[in-house]
């Protein structure tokens, strides 16, 4: 006779396919295809509480600015498993595109120049006039996100909401972006010569169920996607942060990895283009870290 409480060979299957176990198996090869180093399961400190916490894959690629260092796509990645549709809600708006540039974070050296007097963020420097194509300008843009699930167990009707396991994905990822930024300035370590060195961070929530996007016309629009933007903001400690996630099929996960690299050598291509200035910024930053005592994170970041 089965003991009851002894998971049976298709119970456990069943359990495993309903789970993001294996979901984030497959996200990981992914990246172990594509990316130099690949760390499934991940641990990163959540800056909200100081509690350790797990990422399902961290994978990082490196990209080669001719001889005076490298620039570094860091993927972050949360897996979900979602058996019901995973909604946004689009909008497009004119100031979307301009700040394109705020919402790509990164950390390094230099991630600001000096120029005609004004400090200037690295990415707004290389753009000028002429912008960068970064893949935030474009595509389909959302603040809000919900699921759906029927009112009771029985019950005919369905009702939108936010998953409890959704937002916290979602938190995880605005939290690793953090803590990713944090542990380069802690970990910084002045060389007998500095090269550039800079992280770009890209956080990636991957659907293995299906993904609408609702655009919000004087009716509303629902359509199924493959690929949407979610702006998430919030805050850590007293101050306020926005962060664009990448939120995507399994299937498409592959097409955006293929754009993202494509993005990172177009930035590669603009340092060359400025590398003169961009060295001169690494040099002023250098010195003022052998300073007695020097914060790098203070020193090396924007000013506030």
């Not at 600015?65 to 949360?78: A, K, M, R």
């Not at 700040?99 to 007097?117: E, M, S, T, V």
């Not at 916290?168 to 910084?188: M, N, P, Q, T």
Request: proline share 5%; charged share 25%; with cysteine.
């Amino acid at each position: 006779m089965k003991d009851k409480d002894q998971i049976s060979d298709d119970e456990l299957r069943n359990a495993l396919i309903r789970s993001g176990y294996l979901l984030e198996t497959r996200v990981a090869r992914v990246f172990q295809d594509r990316s130099t180093y690949v760390e499934p399961s991940s641990v990163y400190l959540d800056p909200t509480g100081e509690a350790s916490r797990e990422l399902d894959v961290f994978a990082m690629d490196g990209t080669e600015v001719s001889n005076i260092g490298y620039i570094f796509s860091v993927h972050l990645v949360e897996c979900v498993n979602n058996p019901q549709p995973f909604a946004l809600f689009t909008y497009t708006a004119a100031h979307l595109e301009y700040f394109a540039p705020q919402r790509l974070h990164y950390a390094g050296l230099p991630i600001k120049i000096h120029n005609r007097k004004r400090e200037l963020p690295l990415l707004e420097f290389l753009a000028g006039s002429k912008g960068i194509p970064l893949h935030y300008k474009s595509g389909t843009v959302a603040t809000q996100y919900c699921s759906f699930k029927r009112k009771a167990k029985n019950d005919k009707e369905w009702m939108a909401f936010h998953e409890d396991a959704h937002f916290g994905s979602i938190h995880a990822l605005c939290s690793a972006v953090e803590h990713r930024a944090k542990l380069y300035y802690d970990g910084f370590r002045r060389g007998p010569k500095e090269k550039l060195n800079i992280e770009f961070y890209y956080p990636i929530l991957v659907l293995q169920g299906p993904l609408l996007t609702v655009k919000q016309t004087p009716d509303f629009h629902i359509s199924p996607a493959e690929h949407a933007g979610l702006l998430q903001t919030t805050f850590f400690g007293q101050r306020e942060q926005s962060y664009q996630i990448d939120v995507v099929t399994e299937e498409y996960l592959p097409s955006l990895l293929d754009t993202i690299r494509q993005e990172q050598q177009t930035i590669a291509e603009m340092i060359r283009d400025r590398r003169r200035q961009i060295m001169r910024a690494v040099t002023i930053i250098s010195a003022a870290l052998d300073a007695p005592n020097a914060n790098a994170r203070q020193i090396m970041e924007l000013s506030k």
